[in-house]
């Protein structure tokens, strides 16, 4: 049987850590003094756009980039300069980097015949690698061309898992794929790492499958990192503008607000669209005005409001409820609570 480990959730003994790493291709410093403790079955994300230094990150943990300072620790073991093969790293890449020409059998058993293992205990360790990622017998023998996105997502995560890593890698594994798919997948890869329990660090640069998928999200910004927290944590009390704009959606409280609240106009003043109260009686502390509905977005479960107030537009999310519908034109009351907002240096 494949061997599981115990998930700890809370307090956990660290992992992998990272100490002051810095990163460079040729002049370019592309990691500024990386700092981070994944602990023992945490699922740990870095996020952030394009180019921030994420998979750099990443691929210095699994041993492909050598970095020009700092060390990376696996539990009290320094394994900074240990060669890819010798990490017990399991290893999801964004293209799966799958054999199409072999069968997904052995596409699975490949990691565990370069270790030199015994038939029986082989096809033993495939098969139940193979039920617990939800393939079946008639498709390990199937060529992985023959398979859909979805199933050879699958076979990437069983090959990564066969070989029973301490920690598995995740470099945008969704990402190929359509967005429906994306969000079954998404669960699917949570309930999997919650069952295995193993210490998973997966790379992204979509902020909903972060907050979805997440213990804690390292937020990356050109190879700095601006934030590490809880998905609560970085949503609500995000720790720098550049994490408030870009984790999820947000107004900037501009012009006549700020002056009407008496808010510091030195500082840059931001309100999540939930936080934003439309047609309610006030709570206490709370700054209500009228503004006017330019447009609104009909999603199902909510409906987004583009409501002018003063000089400017702010966006607001209602619950729907199917009675409270406002049309456009109509002039509504906003509530903003000041311990709502999330305010930062100008600078």
Known sequence: ??????????????????????????????????????KEGEFFTFLGPSGCGKTTTLRTITGFIDPVGGTV???????????????NIGIVFQSYALFPTMTVYDNIAFGLKIKHLKK??????????????DLSDEQLEKAVSQLSGGQQQRVAIARALVTEPIIIC?????????????VQLRNELKKMQQE????????????????????????????????IGTPNEVYNHSRTEFVAN????????????????????????????????????????EYQCKGVIESREYYGLYIKYYIRVADQTLKVIEKNDGI?????????????????????SAE
Request: hydrophobic content about 40%; glycine content about 6%; aromatic content about 6%.
């Open 1 to 38: 049987m494949l061997r599981l480990m115990t998930r700890i959730k809370d307090g956990g003994a660290p992992m992998i850590r990272l100490d002051d790493i810095v990163v460079k291709f040729g002049d370019f410093e592309a990691l500024h003094h990386i700092n981070v403790d994944v």
């Open 73 to 87: 620790h696996m539990g009290d073991r320094d394994i900074t300069h240990v060669a890819i093969e010798k990490r």
């Open 120 to 133: 029986p205990e082989i096809d033993q360790k495939v098969r139940s690698i193979a039920r617990k990622v």
């Open 170 to 182: 995740m470099d945008e594994p969704l990402s190929n794929l359509d967005a429906k798919l994306r």
């Open 196 to 227: 295995f329990g193993i210490t998973t660090i997966y790379v992204t640069h979509d902020q909903e499958e972060a907050l979805t998928l997440s213990d804690r999200i390292a937020v990356f910004n050109k190879g700095y990192i601006e934030q």
């Open 246 to 285: 870009f984790i999820g959606d947000i107004n900037r409280l501009e012009g006549q607000l700020v002056e009407n609240m008496r808010l510091d106009p030195s500082l840059h003043h931001f309100i999540r669209l939930e936080r934003l109260r439309v047609n309610r009686d006030p709570d206490p502390g």
């Open 324 to 344: 409270n519908l406002y049309e456009t034109g109509e002039t509504v009351t906003i509530g903003i609570h000041p311990d709502d907002l999330m305010s930062y």
